[in-house]
């Protein structure tokens, strides 16, 4: 059974830092595109980087980019997202998520980032 767990979130100042997990079980990771995603009070879910599994190529929204960085570790089955420079605006409920679930709208519980002062 294919199965996503975030954690990691937490409350943090502006400009400070934070580093969510995503633990996937079910499923050999190398093999997939696994995705970050938030979604804040009264927005919808959007897109926030992913990691292809074949040659870990990366991509990034444009809100984010040089700011958060996506890595994996196969052996241990983890996916990544550091958060550097956060902002208000960053302050959602993070997902990691296949494509799959993503097209079944099948998600885990999340993790919640909250950034303020």
């Known amino acids: 059974q294919v199965q996503l767990v975030e954690s990691g979130g937490g409350l943090v100042q502006p400009g400070g830092s934070l580093r969510l997990s995503c633990a996937a079980s079910?499923?050999?990771?190398?093999?997939?595109?696994i995705g970050w995603f938030r979604q804040a009070p009264g927005k919808e879910r959007e897109g926030v980087s992913c990691?292809?599994?074949?040659?870990?190529?990366?991509y990034y929204a444009d809100s984010v980019k040089g700011r958060f960085a996506i890595s994996r570790d196969n052996a241990k089955k983890l996916v990544y997202l550091r958060m550097n420079s956060l902002k208000p605006d960053d302050t959602a409920r993070y997902y990691c998520n296949t494509q799959t679930g993503v097209a079944l709208n099948n998600w885990g519980q999340g993790t919640q980032v909250t950034v303020s002062s």
């Open positions: 990691i292809k599994g074949s040659d870990d190529s990366t």
């Open positions: 079910g499923f050999t990771l190398d093999t997939y595109i």
